[in-house]
């Protein structure tokens, strides 16, 4: 089973603070993405990447910044949290982009 | 670009009955169809895909129906048990770029005694 493990589980932070979400994957996979879960909106994509230094926009990526350090690693940052930023953020990896699509468990990020 | 959409946002079924969760979408030319389990409490997990290349695919008592015309892909559940209980996203490839999906809004399954 691909292991995708996510820290920290949950974060609180204050308005404007600053929050990096880690992911690493140890599947060997290219693809790598952050997905916020939203109630009514589903898993909107904010950031992925299809190897180390690569980075692509998603579909909400205004406030967050990404970076793919290695294969394995992907990172999320919020450099000025806000309370719209409140949510549950997932990494995924895969190997083949949309197929077999692995996910972590999930960072609960609350900004107050 | 694609938009993928569920409008069920619950479903409750009596245990043993059947349930069906449907999807549509915008793309034509979108060709690869998944469905992901959402546990409470617990991230997403594959269940089940379906290729344009077929209207049909069943695995144990998990079936998706694909109507290409109508631009809608179904979740069909059957012998409904309790652990079925769980979100159910569709999802299907963005347009601009086929590396990434587009996932529906989820639909709420309660299976109850």
């Known amino acids: 089973e691909a292991a995708v493990t996510q820290s920290p589980r949950n974060k609180v932070t204050v308005t404007g603070g600053n929050v990096t979400l880690s992911c690493r994957q140890t599947?060997?996979?290219?693809?790598m993405y952050w997905y916020r879960q939203d109630t009514g909106h589903g898993l909107r994509l904010i950031h992925y990447?299809?190897?180390?230094?690569?980075?692509q926009i998603g579909d909400v990526p205004d406030g967050y910044k990404a970076t793919r350090t290695t294969q394995e690693d992907f990172f999320l940052l919020l450099e000025l949290a806000s309370p719209s930023q409140t949510s549950l953020y997932f990494c995924?990896?895969?190997?083949?982009?949309?197929?077999?699509?692995?996910f972590g468990k999930g960072t609960r990020l609350t900004v107050v | 670009g694609e938009k993928v959409e569920q409008h069920q946002s619950t479903l409750s079924v009596r245990e043993g009955d059947s349930a069906v969760i449907n999807c549509t979408y915008t793309d034509t030319a979108s060709s690869y169809f998944p469905w992901y389990k959402q546990e409470a409490g617990k991230s997403l997990h594959f269940v089940i895909d379906?290729?344009?290349?077929?209207d049909r695919k069943q695995s144990q008592r998990l079936t998706v129906l694909l109507d290409k015309k109508a631009k809608r892909f179904s979740l069909h559940i059957t012998a409904t048990q309790p652990e079925d209980s769980a979100i159910y996203f569709c999802?299907?490839?963005?347009?601009?770029?086929?590396?990434?999906?587009?996932f529906g809004q989820g639909t709420i399954l309660k299976v109850y005694l």
């Open positions: 999802a299907a490839p963005a347009t601009s770029s086929g590396q990434k999906l587009v």
């Open positions: 990447s299809y190897g180390a230094g690569n980075l």
């Open positions: 379906i290729r344009s290349n077929v």
């Open positions: 599947n060997s996979h290219n693809y």
């Open positions: 995924a990896s895969s190997g083949g982009g949309v197929t077999e699509v692995f």
